[in-house]
């Protein structure tokens, strides 16, 4: 199976605070993605980042990819309590097919 | 620009009984897809189109579930007959070049 997974799986913070999410994978990759779920909706496209590229930043989201490790990061700063949500990565493994891994649900207090 | 377009929202049906999902992509969209996302696990894909032909299709359960796309546009899933582990969150989502997918709000299946 091509599934990414995430670890940890549940993050409780407080506003303000960083949050960051891991996300393995287990053979090559085109690219890899991010995206949320906000409870009962549809997902939400955050971030690409290419298996070229090391690591990248849109706004407040910062993601790393090590494909030697088979592994990325997702890192929200100065969390907000609309940051509440469900993370999940999915890898590209040719095709534009996405494998999606678990989701690490995470909580912002305020 | 209008998103993916799914219906019903809801659907609650008894096992045995037949049900269907429609999508609508965004406007030029080639690609096509459909995820099976159980509670609390991340999305499964089930099949994947490319305008009307199927790029992947290996975790589609062919004995029960079947989809089409009709002049590479809008598209339906059907479950027939559905059992109780098919209660799930169907999510058609679409992309265009780029890969990012769009998807849509989902229809949101109870088995009983």
């Known amino acids: 199976s091509q599934q990414g997974e995430e670890d940890p799986q549940a993050l409780s913070i407080q506003e303000g605070e960083n949050a960051t999410m891991n996300c393995s994978y287990k053979?090559?990759?085109?690219?890899l993605q991010w995206y949320r779920q906000n409870s009962g909706r549809g997902l939400v496209h955050l971030i690409l980042?290419?298996?070229?590229?090391r690591e990248k930043h849109s706004g407040r989201l910062r993601v790393t990819l090590d494909t030697s490790k088979k592994s990325s990061s997702l890192l929200i700063t100065a969390s907000r309590a609309a940051d509440t949500a469900s993370y999940f990565c999915a890898t590209d493994y040719g095709n534009n097919r996405l494998a999606f891994g678990k989701g690490n649900q995470v909580v912002v207090i305020p | 620009e209008a998103g993916v377009a799914q219906s019903p929202r809801y659907k609650i049906i008894e096992k045995r009984q037949s049900v269907a999902f429609w999508c609508n992509p965004i406007s030029g969209h080639a690609t096509l897809y459909w995820y099976q996302q159980i509670l609390g696990q991340g999305p499964k894909l089930l099949i994947q189109f490319q305008n009307n032909g199927v790029v992947d299709d290996s975790q589609l359960p062919k004995d029960r579930f079947s989809a089409e796309r009709l002049k590479g546009v809008d598209s339906t899933l059907k479950i027939q007959p559905a059992k109780l582990e098919d209660s799930a969150v169907y999510l058609c989502?679409?992309?265009?070049?780029?890969?990012?997918?769009?998807f849509g709000q989902g229809t949101r299946l109870t088995v009983v």
């Open positions: 053979t090559s990759i085109n690219n």
């Open positions: 989502a679409s992309s265009a070049r780029q890969p990012e997918a769009f």
């Open positions: 980042i290419r298996s070229n590229e």
